[in-house]
């Protein structure tokens, strides 16, 4: 595969469940981020990982927990999520010395939806 | 605080060329970037403008005035596949996040 992947495309789930969505890049890169997109809102920005390390914490909501084991791989772990929480969340990656700065490339998104 | 407005749907005949507008407020600016997203699909990069003018990719072009805080995507000889919604986004200064626009929605009718 190439490019950035994300699993489940699709997941329903209730308010007590957990669950994980998964997000891979094939591209080498550095730099990984988790975006939530809600319709007619701008793209926002929830997480970014960079070598690894959490660089970027969005004021998100504890209920969203990151985890980002290696450079390729970044989890969003969801529990106890709210109705207002469906959304489509998108991963990307970067390569760059300094975080932000270079073209993002994404995944297709999880589109979740809370019941 | 940073703000970007472009319209919210834009409609255009198929073989015709539309021009998408954004506007930003920010501090800091260092370039805008496009992104392009089909329904269910992942946004992709577009172009950057870093410098002042127009740079051309193919059918695609963006253009970025400083001084004017405005740029905007040509669309030229439009296709139906060019149906998609179109973001613009804030690069600043610093390591700083992108500032997404909320997007424009391309409809390309025959």
């Known amino acids: 595969e190439t490019g950035v992947t994300q699993t489940p495309r699709h997941l329903v789930m209730g308010m007590t469940n957990k669950k994980s969505l998964k997000c891979e890049q094939h591209l080498g890169h550095n730099a990984m981020y988790w975006y939530k997109q809600s319709a007619k809102k701008p793209l926002e920005l929830m997480f970014v990982y960079s070598l690894e390390e959490r660089v970027e914490n969005n004021s998100v909501p504890s209920r969203f927990s990151p985890e980002c084991p290696n450079s390729s791989h970044l989890f969003l772990h969801l529990h106890t999520l709210q109705p207002e929480d469906s959304a489509l969340y998108l991963c990307a990656s970067s390569q760059s010395r300094r975080v932000y700065q270079e073209t993002q490339y994404f995944g297709p998104g999880t589109r979740l939806l809370v019941l | 605080g940073q703000s970007l407005e472009q319209p919210s749907e834009v409609t255009a005949v198929e073989g015709a060329i539309v021009q998408i507008n954004c506007t930003y407020q920010?501090?800091?600016?260092?370039?805008l970037s496009w992104y392009q997203q089909h329904d269910g699909g992942a946004p992709t990069f577009l172009s950057y403008n870093g410098l002042d003018g127009l740079e051309e990719t193919g059918r695609f072009s963006s253009f970025l005035s400083r001084s004017d805080s405005y740029g905007y995507l040509l669309l030229q000889e439009l296709q139906m596949k060019d149906s998609a919604s179109y973001f613009c986004a804030v690069r600043r200064a610093g390591n700083t996040p992108l500032v997404f626009g909320k997007g424009t929605r391309l409809s390309v009718i025959a």
């Open positions: 920010t501090s800091g600016f260092y370039g």
